[in-house]
């Protein structure tokens, strides 16, 4: 039976995740980006038969850049990706400025809709410790239904308070202030591999790097699909950075 005539459309259902979501949408970035770049400086215009090089010749140049820091070559190149994953994510990924250029969803000019982060089963929830010096640990079932539970409802009486102003006119820039910041977003982030390379350095955790980093694993969770993809486009310039500490150039 169809709906009374004027009756108003039914609010979606919240949806819970605990993932997210990247996909590389558009590049132009090669291991050979790094080497006509580099070589232009002691090679002029013949740098340009580097276009058509096997990089494999020249990866000994590629080490030679990452591990003395010669930046620049590694600035030559781009990657557009695709990514949906909660506001807070993106609250400490917008602090990466040089290199990056970001375009975001916005609850100004649409409805947002009501999909929510819940962490998963393997997301560690407890810090032991102090700040510089803490770690974080698995929880406990009942922490772990705790969490749950009081996410989701929080989730859904916030979204129903949208929803509510939404339905009474209010426009739409005043009611998202209600909605909380486990809320997904989605948004188009464009780099280059150096900048792509600082980002790696300090949001994801690994035993190669020479400065250990901290992240948050939301945001972790990003960079590792993130550096997936740009190591199957610049498997030389990939190597290099994780033989010289993961550090960026």
């Given at each position: 039976m169809s709906d009374e005539a004027g009756s108003a459309p039914q609010a979606p259902a919240p949806q819970f995740r605990s993932d997210v979501t990247v996909e590389l949408v558009r590049s132009a970035a090669a291991d050979t980006d790094v080497i006509w770049a580099a070589r232009v400086s002691t090679a002029g215009e013949q740098s340009?038969?580097?276009?058509?090089?096997?990089?494999?010749?020249?990866?000994?140049?590629?080490?030679?850049?990452?591990?003395?820091?010669?930046?620049?070559?590694?600035?030559?190149?781009?990657?557009?990706?695709?990514?949906?994953?909660?506001?807070?994510?993106?609250?400490?990924?917008?602090?990466?400025?040089?290199?990056?250029?970001?375009?975001?969803?916005?609850?100004?000019?649409?409805?947002?809709?009501?999909?929510?982060?819940?962490?998963?089963?393997?997301?560690?929830?407890?810090?032991?410790?102090?700040?510089?010096?803490?770690?974080?640990?698995?929880?406990?079932?009942?922490?772990?239904?705790?969490?749950?539970?009081?996410?989701?409802?929080?989730?859904r009486a916030s979204y129903e308070a949208y929803q509510e102003m939404l339905a009474a006119g209010v426009a739409r820039e005043v009611a998202r202030a209600v909605l909380p910041v486990g809320l997904f977003s989605s948004m188009y982030a464009t780099c280059n591999s150096r900048s792509l390379m600082h980002f790696l350095s300090l949001r994801t955790k690994d035993e190669r790097a020479t400065v250990p980093s901290f992240p948050q694993r939301e945001i972790e969770m990003v960079a590792e699909q993130m550096e997936a993809a740009w190591a199957q486009l610049m498997p030389l310039t990939h190597a290099a950075f994780n033989a010289h500490g993961r550090v960026a150039p």
């Open positions: 340009l038969e580097a276009l058509s090089q096997d990089p494999e010749k020249s990866k000994g140049l590629i080490n030679f850049l990452m591990r003395d820091r010669h930046g620049t070559p590694f600035e030559h190149n781009s990657m557009t990706f695709f990514i949906s994953a909660p506001i807070f994510v993106f609250r400490e990924f917008h602090r990466h400025r040089s290199g990056w250029s970001y375009n975001e969803e916005s609850g100004r000019y649409r409805e947002l809709q009501p999909v929510f982060y819940v962490p998963g089963e393997e997301r560690k929830l407890v810090q032991q410790g102090r700040p510089g010096r803490y770690e974080f640990v698995d929880g406990t079932a009942d922490q772990a239904k705790v969490v749950s539970a009081a996410m989701e409802a929080s989730y």
